[in-house]
């Protein structure tokens, strides 16, 4: 019997690399002689730095960089040395995490620090930079990222723009003279599950810029500052990219990665599946066991649990999706190669208690699991 555990991580609670531990100490129980692959999953947000590294025996590397409102945090990033790549979540430098909820502004956070991370990965001899982009903090349109790279954004009187969205409404002219150079040899790959265009109703400023502290009118100008600062990287890089899906992504910073760095866009747990080799741990399995915190109609969109289905579902393996809660429409999920889903709570609890005793929760459900599949096979 083999049976490979590719879970996300359970926000607040549990690591990929735990939630698989507890899975796999479950299955255990029932199954002492099976074969247990475990390979931790992210799907580009926070966690993806540490399932890469578990998986691929990496380095974790820190770097002070300036924070999304200017003051410094000591940021971990990803080194793999045997083929030159950096893994970037630009979170750690740039995350809403970082700033307490009566502080969070988008007008004014930068992701000025992400980009440090990217000058910090081309001093250690980077080929390639994964930068996975969940969980923003801001609204620059990655401005404040291409600013650390050397690009030199100018008022009317020939100034810098302050940090943030908002300055870019202020935007005169775009100086590419200084960019790191170093940038032209290095291919970016942009993990995200996030497709937005960079303007408009379902732009970056419109669908993610009140979670980052905007109010209404704050939205109408820092989308109409992107569209400015859009209009202008356009004439001086001779192309149009704002309209891209993926341009909105993480406060824009998609649309710059994609303008000035030429990255590729991929679905967040694509990366990671390939550069932990999830396809070939299934290959011969008997089955999957996935996870993350809340299964809902939204892990269609590129979540983990969907995109470990569709690997699975390539070689006729059975999926089984254990998750801290079931949310609406999960059923649909169904149609994309889940063929069952099981919520960790076994009565009322609240969602302190759940947190603290997922590792239970996740080593019950999953015996439960292995015990009901043991006995399907006795019948059949």
Aim: negative net charge.
């Amino acid at each position: 019997m083999k049976i490979v555990i590719a879970p996300d991580s359970f926000k607040d609670s549990l690591s990929a690399q735990g939630v698989a531990d507890a899975i796999a100490l479950g299955l255990a129980q029932v199954w002492p002689d099976a074969q247990l692959v475990k390979c931790p999953m992210a799907d580009g947000g926070e966690g993806t730095v540490e399932s890469i590294l578990a998986a691929c025996e990496g380095q974790l590397r820190r770097t002070p960089v300036r924070g999304p409102l200017g003051i410094t945090v000591d940021a971990a990033w990803g080194w793999l040395p045997h083929t030159h790549t950096a893994i970037i979540e630009m979170a750690e430098a740039s995350g809403l995490q970082l700033v307490p909820p009566g502080q969070r502004d988008a007008c004014v956070s930068s992701t000025f620090g992400t980009g440090e991370l990217i000058r910090a990965a081309l001093d250690a001899g980077a080929q390639r930079v994964i930068l996975a982009i969940g969980g923003s903090a801001t609204n620059d349109g990655g401005a404040g990222a291409m600013q650390a790279l050397g690009v030199k954004l100018l008022d009317a009187q020939g100034q810098a723009l302050a940090p943030g969205g908002l300055a870019l409404a202020q935007l005169a002219y775009i100086d590419l003279s200084a960019i790191d150079p170093r940038l032209a040899d290095v291919r970016f790959d942009i993990a995200a599950d996030v497709n937005n265009p960079l303007c408009g109703p379902h732009g970056a400023s419109a669908i993610f810029g009140p979670q980052k502290g905007a109010s209404p009118e704050q939205v109408r100008q820092l989308d109409a500052a992107l569209g400015h600062f859009a209009e202008l990287c356009a004439k001086a890089l001779g192309k149009d990219v704002k309209d891209e899906p993926g341009s909105g992504a993480a406060g824009g910073l998609g649309f710059a990665a994609k303008a000035f760095l030429e990255a590729q866009f991929k679905a967040g747990v694509d990366v990671v599946a390939e550069l932990v080799g999830l396809a070939e741990a299934v290959k011969g399995a008997d089955l999957v066991i996935t996870g993350e915190g809340r299964f809902d109609a939204q892990t269609l969109r590129g979540k983990t649990p969907f995109g470990v289905a569709r690997i699975a579902r390539e070689q006729g393996v059975p999926v089984i999706v254990i998750a801290g809660t079931l949310g609406e429409g999960y059923q649909d999920l169904y149609e994309h190669g889940i063929d069952a889903a099981f919520a960790l709570a076994s009565g009322p609890m609240t969602l302190e208690q759940a947190c603290t005793e997922a590792p239970r929760l996740l080593r019950d459900r999953a015996s439960d699991i292995a015990r009901v599949w043991r006995m399907a096979a006795r019948k059949y």
